[in-house]
């Protein structure tokens, strides 16, 4: 009853409004219920109306004014038929959505602050979503009605049964290759293929947004944009394939969102098998490109609900609840006006008590998940590119706190709703942001300090040539297990030999010469000794030249020479690293870490320590000691003067230090020699507030030490 009547309705009972001639009417089911979906194609702007609604906008028109409908409605379905409030309100999100027209002269002032504040409201979305920019460039609604009779054919059962074989295929190929799978990933990010990672991906989301529209199309759908999306300022493309909502059929919806990720993956199954079939390579090397991209970002973005992408659409769409992250956060507004500030009378918006544990088991962990990624997004550019870090952290502190705290603001001092309830809501307000004070400020939270190293056998050696020569002979081949003192490589030195020989005979004719003097000329004796003296250090510095020509193990362990067989015949200098030999029985990782986070790794050295290896996430090997080993500090680059302070103080902070901790038994893990890896050292629990402070210091100290 208390929106059966309103003080408004004079205003708008005698007018004559009617939906543009553009607007089209779709009828939908969700969950069983009838809706009608009102559709501007010209902005691909919808709203969704219930049948009571509708039959109240359906009887406007020119010779039938805003009163006559209602009441006309009002007498067919009294049960359901919206009141005068609900009818105003209607009227005024129809209106602002520009899907009604009417018969009265035109504001001029309203019509252009209204396209002024729509206007502001691009452009402050087109701010806040930096780092998600959308800029059309093309109509593709022609071309893709060119190539619909081959899309139809591709999207049919037959393409549906070819489609599993491939991803079948491609998924076994994959699994039986898991370890080379593994060992690729962690050179994925190398610079050397970043450049072929960025054009993989390019060409992958055009196909991916392909997918969709080839869809949208079939179903009977079109699309009129396409262009480009800066994505963390990235360049991908995009396709407004809006017109899928219209789709009166749930099936239809649910294939068009999944028709990216259904194009994606068929490529990826083709790249898994191009990529375990082919040596090494650019071509094995573009195809591991397409097949993570295609698998493993499509499943872990395209299919995270909680991010507004093709999961975000699927999962609304199988509820059947459209607008599902709006409506979330509407219904945890509805909680918080209810239980904190008092207001007993207004209308949730969930309509059924599944609604309720569906909009909050999605809204709150929706809302968290967009500031942990959005704050760690925030970090990763702030840490790599330090002004455009601060433009991005200036534009979402205005979205997440200026904006929100200012709307807060406006609500509590000016909105009607608290005119009883105030002063409640004032105070309820001040009590949560008090409590979020005090949990930032003293609630302890678990701390650790990460590093990434390299793994490390702790007894290595590597293996170079002690002289000169040109491989002639493996003794040892690469992979076998030696043992100390065994010959490994054997190297051959013509000049050595005719050098030796030389020297062997000329010391030969020195003694010879010696034992004359013996008998004929004894005041040369003297004279004749040195020569031989100097002529057998010769000899011996030449035996000693020929004896290194054969390359020993210094220790017992595994013999690792890549490429060292490619190499028998070429000459090789003296100290030439023909490969090592190293000590499967007991590992380190080595952790070099600047003098700035030295402090932290100190505190953290007492305390348990663990170690992931990279591309074997899912183990982590325990520590059994830990060393640190301080190392001299990097060279201060030139133009300081002298041992001034200001000089020492640089020293002081290019100074770094090494920590070495002895792993325990790997159990599961496979340990090698030079992988990557990462220490965690668990420190001390400190409050939020501590590490915020912490996090804002070693992202401004290259500034403050300018």
């Known amino acids: 009853m208390a929106t059966t009547f309103s003080e408004s309705w004079h205003r708008v009972s005698a007018l004559r409004v009617s939906l543009r001639p553009q607007v089209r009417v779709h009828r939908q089911y969700f969950r069983g219920e009838r809706w009608f979906i009102l559709h501007d194609p010209f902005n691909s702007q919808f709203f969704r109306l219930r049948p009571a609604a509708y039959a109240f906008v359906s009887r406007l028109g020119p010779d039938c004014t805003v009163g006559q409908a209602w009441r006309a409605t009002l007498e067919e379905d009294p049960e359901e038929a919206p009141g005068q409030q609900d009818a105003v309100g209607l009227l005024a999100q129809l209106y602002a959505s520009n899907l009604i027209q009417s018969d009265a002269p035109a504001d001029t002032v309203a019509l252009f602050n209204r396209l002024r504040k729509r206007k502001r409201r691009e ?169 993570l991209i295609g698998s493993v970002s499509t499943l872990l973005f395209n299919l995270n609900p909680l991010l507004r992408f093709d999961g975000y659409y699927l999962l609304a769409d199988w509820l059947e609840m459209p607008n599902l992250y709006q409506r979330s956060l509407q219904q945890l507004r509805w909680l918080a006006e209810r239980h904190m500030f008092g207001l007993r009378k207004e209308h949730q918006p969930a309509q059924s008590r599944r609604e309720a544990v569906v909009f909050v088991g999605y809204g709150i962990p929706g809302a968290i998940y967009r500031f942990v990624l959005f704050g760690s997004i925030l970090i990763f550019v702030w840490d790599r590119f330090l002004l455009l870090g601060v433009i991005m952290g200036l534009l979402c502190f205005s979205a997440w706190v200026v904006v929100p705290a200012g709307r807060l603001a406006i609500y509590l001092s000016d909105s009607p709703k608290l005119h009883r309830r105030r002063g409640r809501a004032v105070l309820a307000t001040l009590g949560a942001a008090a409590v979020v004070v005090l949990v930032v400020r003293f609630l302890p939270l678990p701390e650790a300090v990460r590093a990434p190293g390299v793994v490390e056998a702790e007894e290595y050696t590597l293996v170079a040539a002690s002289a000169p020569g ?161 190392a001299a500090p990097e060279e201060v680059s030139p133009g300081g003067s002298g041992d001034s302070e200001s000089a020492r103080e640089e020293r002081a902070r290019a100074a770094t230090f090494e920590v070495r901790a002895t792993l325990a038994q790997p159990g599961r893990v496979k340990l090698l020699h030079g992988q990557r890896g990462e220490i965690r050292f668990a420190l001390k629990p400190q409050p939020l507030w501590r590490k915020a402070a912490r996090l804002w210091n070693e992202l401004f100290q290259p500034v403050q030490s300018l």
């Open 470 to 630: 040109r491989i002639v002979e493996i003794l040892a081949e690469p992979g076998a297990r030696v043992v100390a003192g065994q010959p490994l490589v054997r190297l051959e030195d013509p000049m050595l030999g005719f050098e030796l020989r030389q020297v062997s005979a000329q010391l030969e004719e020195a003694r010879a010469r010696e034992r004359q003097t013996l008998l004929l000329d004894r005041s040369g004796r003297r004279v004749i000794e040195g020569y031989r003296e100097v002529l057998e250090r010769r000899e011996e510095e030449l035996q000693r030249r020929q004896r290194d020509l054969v390359v020993v193990a210094r220790h017992g362990g595994d013999w690792v020479a890549p490429g060292l067989n490619e190499n028998r015949g070429r000459w090789v200098p003296r100290g030439a690293i023909l490969g090592e030999v190293i000590n499967p029985a007991e590992f380190r990782i080595s952790v070099r870490v600047p003098a700035t986070r030295a402090p932290r790794i100190f505190a953290g050295l007492d305390r348990p320590a663990g170690v992931r290896i990279d591309g074997q996430p899912q183990e982590l090997l325990s520590v059994k000691r830990t060393l640190l080993v301080a």
């Open 123 to 291: 452009v402050t979305s087109k701010l806040l979503g930096a780092m998600f920019a959308r800029f059309p460039l093309w109509d593709p609604d022609a071309f893709l009605d060119r190539i619909k009779p081959v899309a139809d054919r591709v999207f049919s059962r037959a393409g549906l049964a070819v489609w599993a074989v491939v991803v079948l295929w491609g998924a076994m190929s994959a699994i039986g290759s898991a370890d080379d799978f593994w060992a690729q990933s962690r050179r994925v990010l190398e610079p050397a293929n970043l450049p072929w990672l960025l054009a993989i991906a390019v060409v992958l989301k055009l196909v991916h947004e392909l997918g969709h529209m080839c869809l949208t199309k079939k179903f009977g759908g079109g699309v009129h944009s396409a262009g480009v999306l800066l994505m963390l300022f990235t360049p991908l493309p995009f396709a407004d394939t809006t017109a899928a909502w219209g789709f009166r059929r749930r099936r239809e919806r649910l294939l068009v969102g999944a028709g990216g990720m259904i194009v994606e993956l068929f490529v990826a199954a083709i790249a898994a098998v191009i990529w375990s079939a082919a040596g090494e390579g650019l071509v094995r090397d573009l195809a591991f490109n397409a097949m």
